[in-house]
């Protein structure tokens, strides 16, 4: 080898590595369940959410904007919900109420959009690719 492909070898292996070890890269999944719903005195439902964050970051940032819809799957209302903090590698119970509407009359909520995602000391990213919707109700969420 001469001197000049010694010294171009030397310059290539001394660039940085690029793929998944790379800074704000997200490696897991962020796990959405809606777990559980019960009935409000009064009316309307209760909605209890487990956030399982595996992705390795947390997030100072994160809503959601879920579309209702009601027992014949006609969409009944848009509701935003504000979820954060999420912090890496724990499970978080949130619980958000939907009023004027009963748990039973509910038979889909769907992801509608993601508004705000956020990484602790990070910028804005898309978290749709790294969400995993699921339901232990008879209401599905989906995506």
Do not use: W, Y
């Not at 009359?105 to 749709?128: A, G, K, R, W, Y």
């Amino acid at each position: 080898m001469n001197l000049k492909s010694m010294v171009a070898a030397g310059l290539l292996a001394a660039l940085p590595v690029t793929g998944h070890a790379e800074t704000g890269q997200i490696t897991g999944q962020l796990k959405v369940e809606l777990n559980k719903v019960e009935e409000i005195e009064g009316g309307g439902c209760r909605a209890f959410f487990l956030f399982r964050n595996q992705t390795g970051k947390s997030f100072a940032g994160f809503e959601m904007s879920l579309a209702i819809l009601d027992g014949q799957g006609v969409i009944d209302r848009l509701l935003s919900i504000d979820a954060a903090p999420l912090p890496v590698q724990r499970t978080t119970l949130k619980l958000f109420e939907i009023p004027q509407i009963a748990c039973a009359n509910i038979s889909e909520i769907l992801l509608h959009d993601v508004t705000s995602c956020q990484p602790q000391n990070e910028d804005q990213m898309d978290c749709f690719p790294i969400l995993e919707l699921g339901s232990k109700t008879s209401a599905q969420l989906v995506k």
